[in-house]
């Protein structure tokens, strides 16, 4: 018997220097998307002309997982930092489940989000993996 799928709508939020880490998990994640299984937006697939805040308030609010790619840029980007927040109280209010994924190795406990337990599930840094595409793969199984 199938078991049946439930349909998860991830937002990446990420620095813009961690866009070639985005752009391979989006690749990983490619099959659970032709499946069906899951929808990923992120502030690249805004259309030109569009009002860049509201639609990426309308997509993180629709969000069931909040993915935050956690690396040095990350945490000193103060936008990332208000969306890492703004995730926070999406979580808090039973909204959105936040996820830290660990990309480089940084000092992440001491922030906001170091309560939650992070992927990879060893809480190593991709980076850090013998084989980043492990890395990738393992963090596909959300």
């Known amino acids: 018997m199938m078991k049946d ?13 961690d866009d070639s880490w985005r752009q391979k998990l989006e690749r990983h994640l490619s099959e659970l998307k032709r499946q069906g299984r899951v929808t990923i937006w992120h502030n690249r697939l805004l ?10 308030d309308a997509h993180f609010n629709q969000a069931s997982i909040i993915l935050l790619l956690i690396s040095d840029d990350f945490l000193a980007s103060d936008s ?14 039973g909204k ?12 992440w406990k001491q922030t906001p989000i170091g309560h939650l337990h992070p992927l990879p599930i060893d809480g190593n840094p991709i980076t850090l993996w013998n084989d980043v595409d492990d890395g990738c793969i393992e963090d596909c199984r959300i």
């Open 96 to 107: 959105a489940q936040v996820i830290p994924l660990l990309l480089r190795p940084v000092e």
């Open 47 to 56: 259309p030109p002309g569009s009002n860049q805040i509201q639609e990426t």
């Open 5 to 17: 799928h439930i349909h998860k709508t991830l937002f990446l939020s990420y620095a813009p220097e």
């Open 80 to 93: 990332c930092c208000a969306e890492m927040q703004q995730a926070l109280a999406r979580q808090q209010a």
